[in-house]
């Protein structure tokens, strides 16, 4: 099973800023099988990029995805006050899928 | 648009069974494969099983391997998590999931989740 671990586990950013989210895997996996999801409070969680770089439907293109191999980034260019919430990796390369942590991106 | 709809969370015991269901529209349900994932209170998500949409190919994880099953009625347009042996640690929201690509299991991604149901297990 890949474990995914992502850095840091909190963030603290204020409007505007740049945020850059880390997820490194424990071993290198399949074409950039990889997405990231958004996950805001008492809300299911919803996809952002798939692919390591592409963006789903309707994502703002401030959010963009980058890596191979074993390490990924998701990077926000200038939060907005609605991207404040927990960011997930996930692996679907080499089942089973797995997701890593989670990065919670908190208002400074 | 695509909706799913959790229901048959709930409390119970350990030791106890539960069903789990999933209803699903807006798209051609028989055309995806569909998956459980759950969130303990607190904590990250976790991949618990998933289904073809032929039911041909089925998997789970270590953690409820033997205890859940996972099955669909097209027909119905309805998934299904049949959970036994319920632990403690099972205690968690569970999302029905839904695949993007068509007649895909493998490298394919979640791009639809409903809302969730919760349960708890506890004496």
């Known amino acids: 099973e890949i474990v995914l671990t992502q850095s840091p586990g909190t963030l603290s950013l204020s409007p505007g800023e740049r945020a850059t989210l880390s997820c490194r895997a424990s071993?290198?996996?399949?074409?950039?099988?990889l997405a990231w999801y958004q996950q805001k409070p008492g809300q299911a969680p919803r996809l952002l990029i798939y692919g390591a770089s592409s963006r789903a439907t309707g994502i703002p293109d401030r959010f963009s995805g980058s890596g191979s191999g074993t390490d990924f980034t998701l990077t926000i260019s200038r939060l907005e006050p609605e991207d404040f919430a927990v960011y997930y990796c996930q692996q679907y390369g080499n089942p089973p899928r797995t997701f890593g942590q989670g990065t919670k991106v908190e208002i400074k | 648009e695509v909706q799913l709809v959790e229901s048959g969370g709930g409390l119970v015991q350990p030791g106890r069974s539960l069903r789990l269901s999933c209803a699903a529209s807006g798209f051609t349900f028989d055309d995806y494969a569909m998956h459980w994932v759950r969130q303990a209170p607190g904590k990250g998500l976790e991949w618990v099983s998933g289904?073809?949409?032929?039911?041909?190919?089925?998997g789970y994880a270590d953690s409820v391997k033997g205890r859940f099953t996972i099955s669909r009625d097209n027909a119905k347009n309805s998934l299904y998590l049949q959970m036994n042996s319920l632990r403690a640690e099972d205690t968690a929201l569970y999302y029905c999931?839904?695949?993007?690509?068509?007649?895909?299991?493998?490298?394919?991604?979640?791009?639809?989740w409903g809302q969730g149901t919760l349960v708890t297990v506890s004496s």
């Open positions: 999931a839904k695949d993007f690509r068509r007649l895909r299991f493998l490298d394919n991604w979640f791009d639809s």
């Open positions: 289904i073809t949409w032929n039911s041909g190919s089925i």
């Open positions: 071993q290198s996996f399949s074409s950039s099988y």
